[in-house]
């Protein structure tokens, strides 16, 4: 159990009072008696030490203190250090005292048994001082726990002074860290627009398969359990960033319990993880990012209905498949029950029997038919076999390790899931002008394929659904010239151990590239924008080479499919007082999405948005608003998941449209005239490039003319 946080500054007086007291005894050359019922007070750093004649501490046959002479330690003086953070820390005579030492490090300095760590001559003082009879020792210690640190001689004759120091081997905790804010069961508000704090659980625990195991631009949160048993923490859906989370049991890395990346079905790359907490235990729980540019206000869920129901198998949907109700359980007891102890969200009320949940009951459950997937021959194979050294884990190697890839042939690998973790292999490729890529992954298990840049950490530019089995999982983007990655890795993080039945260890994958000509859109940001006359036009959309914004759709967007909003581009409008639509109708080669904002930045209003239309082909979309006649609103077109071509329009419903009316008051004026030629020559976007050839000239005269006048009713 976690121990209650205290401010630093309150342990500092009674230290600055024991060097000064320590100080003044090793002045004057008075012995000073230090007991165990009366230790001096140490901290981090240096403390006065001096023998008290006659004192001895005996750990024979409880800690080895010496190769060379009897565990005892001689003329021992008593100093108390309370740890400020957990950690490892060091203990140090080295060069500082003027005996022969031996120290010792105790949990009760009255019970010798308590013993945790003891030292003679420590070979680390002949190297850093040249002092071949000192002592020194290293010890874990708990945040705010006091430890007791005896200090005497070899033998019973040897006593003398010096100093004592206490250093840290492990690194401070996050200032985050030691004030954390107060979380309870359900949801909890957070926002980490203002921090610049980290937390690396690099070798402690991986969030995910892409980028580093860091979080990012996190804030810090304590809760106690109020019961035993699994626990769900959870921004799914919760959040407009791509989140990251940790459970710690304390503030030192090491401390680290459980963590995730992205949770399987979360939109927008949102977060979801379970452990099993204890009643009446403090945990430390942390929000974060997955890149210094993932930050910004939410929620995460503490659901502590998280465990099994009294019976399962309860659910009326097979254990093989999703459920297309969202309904929780499946209706194999034996299956369920198998399922769900590898992943106690499947059998939660709140939750449900969804991809994941099916993913792993075709790998556990005999009675669910083999996936049928025919894998191709391969050209080439992965260097590393099933559960060998990870030499391909990419941004999860420490050194980086990728292997290539050739477009056009397959490759022929493994992968393998168990016990929480999860094998990744990444395959590096370079393309020498802007192309399209595809990936696509074969699979008789639960597989997904990434496509991602070639920096760590990582951004992911297109990433497969989690399905089972993957046959196939496919992306395609058009990307510009340069260095990219391929990586392939299973859906889940147990079940799947090398060597499964049916195969399902084995995949296969391919990259196949072919011309892309998109071009960079000039309006790829707000700040961008393309400006509309005010009576709307009809304007190419070309998303393929724009990048993401950093927010997704409002909650209220929400149609049933998550609000992720991808590769899109920004126009602005200032349509006259009254209905407004903005519509990508049948126009798309692409899943649309589009929404109006009163500015740019995800703190705009949201006017109007839209997902999937009624009646319009493709899954596109048209979103209609009562415009106010000023404000000029930034409207955004980009796609669901993908990319690609389509028309934007803009218009107002029941109104005639009127081009040259560039101001939107009704007629085609003198107004109007000098709007054009403020604009003219060459100049993309313009409002007055009424023929929208990219720049303002006589063309675009002759149109207004021919116009002049009244706008037909």
């Excluded at 890395?253 to 009446?280: K, R």
């Excluded at 029950?337 to 969804?354: I, N």
């Excluded at 260097?383 to 884990?393: F, I, L, M, S, V």
């Excluded at 094998?423 to 394929?449: I, K, M, N």
């Amino acid at each position: 159990m976690i121990q209650p946080f205290m401010p630093r500054c309150s342990r500092r007086a009674p230290a600055v009072a024991a060097l000064l007291a320590g100080l003044a005894s090793l002045g004057s050359g008075t012995a000073r008696a230090q007991s165990c019922a009366a230790p001096v007070e140490a901290a981090l750093g240096a403390t006065p030490v001096q023998t008290t004649p006659g004192v001895t501490l005996n750990l024979v046959g409880i800690c080895n203190v010496s190769t060379t002479s009897t565990d005892v330690i001689h003329n021992t003086s008593w100093y108390r250090f309370e740890a400020p953070f957990a950690g490892e820390f060091i203990v140090s005579l080295c060069g500082a005292v003027n005996f022969d030492s031996k120290i010792a490090v105790l949990t009760d300095c009255s019970v010798p048994a308590s013993a945790i760590a003891c030292n003679d001559d420590a070979s680390q003082c002949t190297t850093i001082a040249g002092q071949a009879r000192a002592s020194r020792v290293s010890f874990m210690a708990a945040a705010d726990t006091a430890y007791f640190i005896a200090v005497g001689g070899y033998s019973s004759s040897v006593n003398g002074s010096g100093s004592m120091t206490i250093e840290s081997a492990s690194p401070p905790p996050p200032p985050g860290c030691e004030t954390p804010a107060q979380a309870n069961d359900g949801l909890n508000a957070f926002d980490t627009s203002g921090s610049a704090e980290s937390l690396d659980l690099t070798g402690r625990c991986d969030p995910g398969a892409f980028g580093d195991d860091v979080l990012r631009r996190v804030k810090w949160f304590r809760w106690t359990a109020s019961s035993t048993g699994p626990v769900r923490i959870s921004t799914c859906g919760l959040a407009a960033f791509d989140t990251r989370l940790a459970v710690m049991a304390g503030c030192a890395p090491a401390s680290a319990i459980a963590c995730n990346d992205d949770g399987t079905g979360c939109p927008g790359f949102t977060s979801e993880l379970t452990f099993d907490a204890v009643a009446g235990t403090e945990y430390l729980l942390v929000v974060g990012g997955f890149d210094g540019s993932s930050a910004g206000p939410g929620q995460f869920l503490i659901d502590t209905e998280a465990g099994p129901p009294a019976a399962c198998g309860t659910g009326e949907q097979s254990c093989c498949s999703a459920s297309p109700s969202g309904a929780p359980f499946c209706s194999d007891g034996a299956c369920c029950a198998l399922v769900c102890a590898e992943d106690p969200f499947c059998c939660d009320a709140s939750g449900a029997w969804d991809q994941e949940c099916a993913a792993l009951a075709r790998v556990l459950c005999t009675t669910c038919e083999p996936a049928a997937c025919t894998l191709p021959d391969a050209q080439a194979s992965e260097e590393e076999p099933c559960g060998g050294a990870d030499a391909n884990g990419g941004c999860n190697h420490p050194e980086g390790a990728v292997a290539a890839i050739t477009a056009g042939g397959w490759v022929g690998g493994s992968f393998w899931a168990s016990g929480g973790t999860r094998d990744t292999d990444w395959y590096e490729f370079t393309v020498a002008e802007t192309t399209t890529v595809t990936l696509e992954l074969r699979s008789r298990g639960p597989g997904q394929v990434a496509l991602v840049n070639a920096a760590c950490p990582n951004s992911i530019l297109a990433i497969s659904p989690a399905a089972l089995p993957s046959c196939p999982a496919t992306v395609t983007r058009c990307v510009p010239a340069g260095t990219y990655r391929a990586v392939a890795a299973p859906t889940v993080f147990a079940g799947i151990p090398c060597g499964s039945a049916g195969d399902v260890n084995s995949y296969r994958l391919r990259v196949t590239t072919e011309s892309c000509d998109a071009a960079p859109p000039a309006n790829d940001r707000c700040e961008t924008a393309q400006p509309v006359p005010a009576g709307g036009g009809t304007f190419a959309v070309d998303t393929r080479l724009a990048d993401d914004s950093t927010f997704a759709l409002a909650p209220e967007c929400d149609e049933g499919n998550g609000t992720d909003f991808v590769r899109d581009v920004w126009f602005r409008w200032r349509p006259p007082a009254g209905p407004a639509r903005v519509s990508t109708c049948g126009t798309a080669d692409y899943d649309t999405r589009v929404a109006v904002y009163t500015e740019c930045g995800e703190f705009g209003l949201t006017v109007a948005c839209s997902d999937d239309a009624e009646g319009c082909a493709g899954l596109t979309s048209a979103a209609e608003f009562v415009a106010d006649g000023t404000t000029e609103y930034a409207v955004r077109v980009g796609g669901f998941q993908g990319a690609g071509r389509a028309e934007l329009r803009l218009d107002r419903p029941g109104v005639p449209p009127c081009g040259p009316d560039i101001d939107g008051d009704g007629q085609v004026n003198g107004q109007d005239l000098g709007i054009l030629l403020g604009n003219w020559g060459v100049n993309p976007g313009s409002v007055a490039d009424l023929d929208g050839d990219g720049q303002v000239n006589g063309q675009d005269l002759g149109i207004m003319l021919g116009n002049w006048g009244l706008c037909p009713d």
